[in-house]
């Protein structure tokens, strides 16, 4: 598993990034997604949250769905459960997106194939808040 955890990706998403799509981030602040994207939006990332309900999320616009997002995303944070990971890749992958990062206990190997041979950056099963913990 160790290969979608490479340090030298996790350090430049966290550090080389500027906007990220978090699909699965709703106006509920008990879900672990809503605390990393708060995190990284107090890290001076600007969160994009995809949800189909739409809400506003920590006052940024919602989007149904990764293809209504305007504009570039740099890093796609997929909060679904792994059976429902692949496809969120693929909505990455046909977005346009330089990255998916699949947070801790999220893991699918053929879709991060898929997404590292479409060029895309890929980080599975990490944290971002603890891999920014790590970080000197």
């Given at each position: 598993m ?47 949250p ?87």
């Amino acid at each position: 598993m160790g290969h979608f955890a490479e340090p030298d990706v996790i350090e430049r998403l966290l550090s080389d990034t500027k906007v990220w799509a978090f699909v699965g981030l709703g106006a509920n602040p008990a879900r672990e997604v809503y605390n990393q994207a708060r995190l990284l939006q107090g890290r001076g990332k600007r969160i994009i949250p995809v949800h189909p309900d739409g809400e506003e999320v920590l006052g940024e616009q919602a989007y149904a769905s990764l293809a209504d997002v305007p504009g570039e995303v740099d890093v796609v944070g997929v909060y679904r459960r792994s059976e429902f990971a692949g496809a969120v890749v693929d909505e990455a992958i046909a977005a346009g997106a330089k990255a998916v990062w699949l947070p801790l206990d999220v893991v699918d190997e053929a879709a991060g194939r898929r997404a590292r041979d479409a060029g895309l950056d890929v980080v599975m099963d990490r944290c971002p808040a603890i891999e920014w913990a790590k970080r000197r």
